[in-house]
C-alpha cells in the first residue's frame, strides 16, 4: 500500500499501482502527542487531525461531561491544548474541523448545524491563523447524520468532509449507462464517476485490533479491483 499526504489526496497523486490510504484522527487527544505524532515523524507521514472546539475549552469541570456524553467514551480522555494543536500545525499536519460540540446532526436544526460547523471552523482558523479547508462528520454514519449537513459543511466554507462510511474514495471509469459503486456519487462526466467531496468515506480502525485483524483487513482492501486509482481514508482513535 501507499500512504499518501492530504495534499496528494486533495489532488488526487496516487499510486496506480498500489493502495493508497490517507490517515486521520478525531477528536483532539492528548494521547495523540505520545502516542501518534512520534511515530508519524519518525516515518515521515502525514495527517489529518480533526478537532472539536468546544473539547478543547470545556476545562476541568467540563470536560468528564464531554468525554461522556458528546464524545460518548467510558474511559477519561484528556483534551490537546490549542498551543499542541498550534505545534502540529506548525510541524505540517493538518488540522480540520470537527464541530463545537461533537453532536448528533440529524437532531440539529439548520440554524444550530451551520452554527456547529461554522463557528468551530471560525474558532480554529483564529487559533492558527489561516483557513483550514477539511471537516469530519460527528459520529460520521448515516444515522447520525443528514443531507442538510452535508450542505452546511459546504456553506461555512468547506472543500472536503469525511464520513465513517466504510468505502473508497476514487475515479472510476465506467461507460455512461453503468449503475454507481457505493461511494461514487456526485457526478458522472462521460466515462468517470467522482466521488463526493462532501460525503468521503473512511474505515475506522481501531489501535486495539491485533496485527492479524489488521493483515487481513489490508488484504481484503488489496482484493478490491478497479481500473483508476484507489484511496482509503482511514481513522484511528487512541
Known amino acids: 500500500f501507499n500512504i499518501i499526504s492530504p495534499k496528494d489526496f486533495y489532488n488526487q497523486r496516487f499510486s496506480k499501482k498500489k493502495l493508497n490510504i490517507l490517515l486521520t484522527f478525531d477528536d483532539g487527544y492528548k494521547s495523540w502527542l505520545k502516542n501518534v505524532i512520534p511515530y508519524l515523524r519518525r516515518e515521515k507521514i502525514s495527517a489529518i487531525f480533526y478537532i472539536p472546539s468546544g473539547f478543547i475549552e470545556a476545562g476541568e469541570n467540563k470536560r468528564d461531561f464531554y468525554v461522556s456524553k458528546r464524545l460518548q467514551l467510558t474511559t477519561k480522555k484528556k483534551p490537546l491544548s490549542w498551543q499542541d494543536i498550534r505545534n502540529l500545525d506548525e510541524q505540517g499536519f493538518e488540522i480540520g474541523g470537527h464541530t463545537i ?59 472536503f468532509a469525511f464520513s465513517t462510511l466504510p468505502g473508497f474514495n476514487a475515479c472510476e471509469q465506467r461507460t455512461t449507462n453503468a449503475p454507481m459503486r457505493k461511494g461514487a456519487c456526485e457526478q458522472r462526466n462521460h466515462e468517470y464517476v467522482h466521488a463526493n ?20 483487513w489490508i488484504y481484503g482492501c488489496l482484493l478490491y479491483t478497479s481500473p483508476s486509482p484507489r484511496d482509503l481514508s482511514t481513522s484511528r482513535m487512541p
Open 101 to 159: 460540540n461533537h453532536l448528533n446532526l440529524k437532531k440539529l436544526d439548520r440554524q444550530k448545524l451551520l452554527q456547529e460547523i461554522k463557528q468551530d471552523k471560525e474558532r480554529i482558523e483564529e487559533i492558527l491563523g489561516h483557513g483550514i479547508i477539511s471537516f469530519a462528520y460527528p459520529f460520521g454514519d448515516m444515522q447520525r447524520m443528514s443531507k442538510e449537513a452535508i450542505i452546511c459543511a459546504q456553506e461555512a466554507g468547506y472543500k
Open 197 to 216: 467531496r462532501f460525503l468521503l468515506y473512511r474505515d475506522c480502525l481501531s489501535v486495539l485490533m491485533s496485527n492479524i485483524l489488521f493483515k487481513a
